[in-house]
């Protein structure tokens, strides 16, 4: 497992790819996945087909983030789910759903 510096993660994350990140008065830059999840059902197909949305920010950029909280992605708000840091802990992985 490879450990990215500051640097390179400031690097990674200021790309074509990153995209504002808004909590309070803090903007970030932060790489967006979106994809469908199904959930239950049979051979017949899923029950339920949601659209998941995960980004990834350098952690510690976002002191206040946890569950529950609001944050604007690229101009969309956002209710945090969870917020999970991944590997070695230098980045964080914030699941959350749009606000209707």
């Known amino acids: ?12 994350l200021g790309t074509d790819f990153g ?11 932060g790489i967006v996945d979106q994809f469908h999840d199904e959930v239950g059902g049979s051979d017949q197909g899923p029950q339920l087909v949601t659209r998941r949305v995960t980004v990834r920010v350098k952690t510690g950029d976002l002191p206040a983030l ?8 690229d101009g969309t708000v956002m209710k945090v ?5 991944e590997n070695d802990g230098a980045i964080t992985r914030i699941d959350c759903a749009k606000v209707a």
């Open 1 to 12: 497992m490879t450990f990215f510096g500051g640097a390179d993660l400031d690097a990674m």
């Open 19 to 29: 995209v504002p990140v808004v909590m309070g008065s803090i903007t970030v830059k």
């Open 66 to 73: 946890a569950a529950g909280a609001s944050i604007t992605v």
């Open 81 to 85: 789910l969870q917020a999970l840091e």
